[in-house]
């Protein structure tokens, strides 16, 4: 199938999450010798190195200054709400990778242009996240780490505000 150079565009950026981000749902960066940072404390504007390998779980990621060479800078944290049923409560059950995928999706690409200063579409630069799993989730945890990060070349200096 044939799309417009747009359309083109805009399908390898939708794409590209998803080929990144099964590397971090439900497990993630894995660690590389970095300062190890917990999953839980990992804050908007800190830069981590990339994984030498895929984990199924990860409690950790490897934290490098922004100034050095790194794989990954977190540049959103998003909570995920469940809808609420018929009695007007909200489920408190795991809702699936999925519907966190699909979540994740939603809030990562929308919160990129504030952070980068330009759009997604427009961005040489990508994202990916970092998701709740079922087990982190019966421990309350309900927070998606997005990620900016690369096509493999190293960033150099933080991408706030660098219109890449």
């Given at each position: 199938?044939f799309l417009p150079e747009d359309r083109r565009r805009w399908a390898a950026r939708v794409a590209?999450?998803?080929?990144?981000?099964?590397?971090?749902?439900?497990?993630?960066?894995?660690?590389?010798?970095?300062?190890?940072?917990?999953?839980?404390?990992?804050?908007?504007?800190?830069?981590?190195?990339?994984?030498?390998?895929?984990?199924a779980q990860i409690s950790d990621i490897d934290k490098v200054a922004c100034s050095k060479p790194h794989g990954k800078e977190?540049?959103?944290?998003?909570?995920?709400?469940?809808?609420?049923?018929?009695?007007?409560?909200?489920?408190?059950?795991?809702?699936?990778?999925?519907?966190?995928?699909?979540?994740?999706?939603?809030?990562?690409?929308?919160?990129?242009?504030?952070?980068?200063?330009?759009?997604?579409?427009?961005?040489?630069?990508?994202?990916?996240?970092?998701?709740?799993?079922?087990?982190?989730?019966?421990?309350?945890?309900?927070?998606?780490?997005?990620?900016?990060?690369?096509?493999?070349?190293?960033?150099?200096?933080?991408?706030?505000?660098?219109?890449?």
């Amino acid at each position: 199938m044939f799309l417009p150079e747009d359309r083109r565009r805009w399908a390898a950026r939708v794409a590209t999450p998803f080929v990144l981000s099964p590397l971090l749902v439900g497990c993630g960066f894995g660690h590389d010798g970095g300062d190890g940072t917990s999953v839980f404390k990992v804050q908007v504007g800190e830069c981590f190195t990339s994984p030498s390998e895929v984990k199924a779980q990860i409690s950790d990621i490897d934290k490098v200054a922004c100034s050095k060479p790194h794989g990954k800078e977190a540049y959103a944290a998003a909570v995920y709400t469940p809808a609420t049923g018929s009695d007007g409560k909200a489920s408190s059950d795991f809702p699936g990778n999925d519907a966190l995928a699909s979540f994740a999706q939603g809030a990562c690409a929308q919160r990129f242009t504030s952070y980068v200063g330009v759009s997604y579409l427009d961005s040489s630069l990508f994202f990916t996240y970092l998701a709740p799993s079922a087990r982190s989730w019966q421990d309350d945890d309900r927070t998606v780490l997005c990620f900016v990060t690369t096509d493999g070349k190293p960033l150099t200096g933080t991408v706030k505000g660098s219109k890449q």
